[in-house]
Each structure stands twice: as C-alpha cells, then as structure tokens.
C-alpha cells in the first residue's frame, strides 16, 4: 500500500510541476548559512527558478531524479 500511494503522489508532482529540458535545467539550490537544499528546475534563458521539493536526505534526492527521470543534479550555493 505505501509504494502505490508513493506513486500516487510521484505522478501528481509530475503533473504539477512540469519539466521540458529544452528550456529548463534541474537544479538542487542549497543555503550556505543552513544547508537546506531545495530541487527545482531552473530556466535556461531568464533564470527563473521553480522550487518543486525540499531535499532531507540523500533518498530524496534519488526520488526526485527518478520521478524526473534525471541521472545527475547541478547544486548551486
């Protein structure tokens, strides 16, 4: 039961927060004062970035990679 909902909730991220690698980039921005680390995606012509999940662990960020279907993460300080 907690993969499918896990599931659920992956395909509803996906949806919400759409990716289009012709103009846009992931991206892990992470706080030098904190150390929070938030993944988003960031626009390649003006900038702007778009927070889509806060990273805790190392397991969150292996799951944003795969609903994303990303194999690597630029982090940004």
């Known amino acids: 039961m907690f993969s499918f909902r896990k599931r659920s909730e992956d395909n509803k991220l996906k949806e919400t927060f759409k990716y289009d690698p012709e103009t846009q980039y992931a991206v892990i ?6 150390g929070e680390k938030v993944a988003g995606f960031k626009n390649k012509s ?10 805790r662990s190392v397991e969150e960020e ?16």
């Open 29 to 34: 921005r992470s706080s030098i004062c904190t």
């Open 46 to 55: 003006d900038g702007h970035f778009t927070e889509v999940m806060l990273i």
């Open 62 to 77: 292996q799951r944003f990679k795969e609903i994303y279907g990303l194999d690597s993460i630029k982090t940004e300080y």
